[in-house]
C-alpha cells in the first residue's frame, strides 16, 4: 500500500497472489451456476463453516441482507444488538427492502446480549397485536464495542434459546476468523448453532471485493434468489472469487498477526503519556484510545498532523480514535506510528 491506513481493514489492497490469480481465474456465467472458481469459492466457504452450501456476494452489507430476506418475511422482527453492524451501518436495508422490523436489544461491553435480554424481546406469539419474532443477530467479533469476540459456548446458549422459541440464528461473522483466531479455535466451532453465517473476504482477509453466506442448501438457494433479486447476480464472477480464494487459503492462517500487530500498537502507544487504552479489551485487530484531558487537541487535530504525516485513522469521537491493524501494516508500520504520535503529543 502506498500510504500507512488504520481507519479499518476495509482499506487492505490485495495481496500480489490475488492479483496474479485473479488475472489467470477460469470463468462463466456465474447466474447460470457455470462459474468453475466462483463454485469452488462456495464450496470452500461452506466446508470451512460446516454448513452445506455458500454464496458468494458483493459485500458484507448484502450478505447480511439477502440472509436476513432469506429467513424473514415483511413485517417480522429481527432481534439485534442496539450496536450492531446492521442495525447502524446497512442504511436500514433490512426495514426498507424486505419491510423487517430490527428490534433492538443492548450490546453488553464483552460483546454479548444478556440472555435475559433476548427472551424478554421475544414477542407473544399468540397475540394478535405484535410481529412475529424471526431471528436472532448476533455479530462475531462484535465490532461495536471494539471488536469482541464472542465464544461457542455463549453462542451455543443463544442457539439453545432459539430453538426452543422456533427462531433462526444469523451469525453476522464479519469478522468471524479475528473471533476464531483470539479465542483459538476453529471458526466453524463459532457457528455451529447458526442457521446461517455471512463473512467478509475484504477486510483482514484482503480480497478486493466480496463476502460469502453460508448455511443449509435449502437457506443458500432462497438466499440466492434474494441475491439476484437485488442485482448481485453477476456473470463472469470467477475474476473475484479467485481473490476470494486466496484469502481463504492464505489469510485465514495468518490473521493472528493482525493481532500482535495491534497489541504492539496498543502497547507502544499506552506508553505514552497523554494516550489511555484498556489493554485488555484490544482482542482482535483493533485499538480504541482515548485521549487524556491533560492533552490540548481534539482527536481531529491529531488526525489532522497524522495524516500530515501520511498515516491516517479512524476517528470515533472527539477525543477518541479506533485503529484497525492488518496485512499492510508491519510491526515496522506500527513502529512508525508510534513515534508519530509520540512526535504529535511531545
Ligand atoms: C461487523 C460488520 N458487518 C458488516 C459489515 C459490512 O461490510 P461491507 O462494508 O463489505 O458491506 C461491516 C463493515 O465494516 C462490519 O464491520
Redesign the pocket.
Known sequence: MDRIDLR?D?VSWPTPAMREAMATARVGDDVYGEDPTVNELEALAAETLGKEAGLFV???????LVALLAHCGRGDEAIMGDR???FL??VGSIAALGGIQPRTIPVQADGTFDLDDIRAAIRDSEDIHQPTTRLIAL?N????VGGMPLTAAYTAEVGKLAEEFGLKLHI?G??IFNAAAALNCPARELVEAADSV?F?L??GLCAPVG?MVVGSREFISRARRMRKALGGGMRQAGVLAAAGLVAMREMIGRIHEDHATARQLAEGLARLPGIEIDLERVRINMVIMRLADSVPYTADEIAARLRERGILVGGRGERSFRLVTHYWITPAVVEQVIAAFEEILA
Open positions: 479499518s476495509t458483493v459485500s458484507g452489507t448484502m450478505a447480511n450492531c453492524h446492521t451501518y446497512e455479530e467479533a462484535q465490532c461495536g453476522d464479519s469478522r455471512s467478509c475484504s477486510k463476502a
